[in-house]
């Protein structure tokens, strides 16, 4: 991922697994957040769990502009404060109760969580359009061996054999995140093509892993 030595970006998720009104989980290099979208629209991360009593916040709902937790239904904003405690609806709730949130960027169809503090943007893939993302049972070297080539500067992988498909991955926990991304005026026969192509480096590389591991 670009890093600047202050930070660094990460592709969490594909704007289309976040429509407004939903949040989902995810993963950074600083642990799990709730990933979510507002009715409004606006995209904030907050760290994955609740203040209250630690349940996660991914397993929560969104109410308008805000973020409740599923537990006793506390309730953040977009900025991280507590805005609402229905046990007491008539308190306002003190600054200090907070839940700590993470820059996010919206780019190409892609969410991009920032790790410290980046000083530039991430990065733009204007001829490319993301199609779908998987969870990879295997490292970034399993997947450079059967995917054929290395990854570039911003994570990239362009497929030897097929130039108009390109995997963006995103190391994480025990596993790697890939983003599968297509030339733009590609046809729906060739988005097909691409998703089997990733689906078979999926078993190949987690295949390739497991070898290692034994």
């Known amino acids: 991922m670009p890093f600047d030595g202050a930070g660094s970006w990460a592709p969490v998720a594909l704007s289309s697994d976040l ?3 939903t949040v989902i989980p995810a993963w950074t290099a600083a642990g799990p957040i709730a990933l979510w979208r507002s009715q409004s629209g606006r995209v904030t991360a907050s760290v994955d769990r609740c203040p209250h009593r630690g349940m ?3 397993h929560g709902f969104v109410r308008g502009e805000a973020l409740s937790c599923i537990y006793h239904g506390w309730s953040y904003s977009p900025s991280g404060g507590c805005i609402r405690i229905p ?3 008539d308190l306002a709730p003190p600054e200090t109760i907070r839940v700590a949130v993470q820059r996010v960027e919206e780019s190409g169809g892609i969410l991009w969580i920032a790790a410290g503090q980046p000083a530039t943007q991430p990065p733009r893939f204007d001829k490319l359009i993301p199609l779908r ?3 990879m049972e295997a490292d970034v070297a399993a997947i450079e061996i059967v995917a054929g ?3 570039d500067a911003n994570g990239l992988i ?3 054999d097929f130039p108009w498909i390109v995997l963006l991955l995103a190391p994480q926990d025990k596993h790697t995140l890939l983003h599968l991304m297509i030339e ?3 046809s729906p026969a060739n988005r097909l093509t691409a998703s089997r192509i990733a689906e078979s480096l999926r078993r190949r590389a987690e295949e390739r892993q497991r070898e290692n591991a034994e």
Do not use: Q
């Open 149 to 151: 080539a290395k990854t």
């Open 184 to 186: 733009h005026d590609r």
């Open 87 to 89: 046990a007491h609806p």
């Open 133 to 135: 993302s998987l969870t």
């Open 158 to 160: 362009h497929l030897p």
């Open 19 to 21: 429509p407004p009104g």
């Open 56 to 58: 996660r916040l991914s």
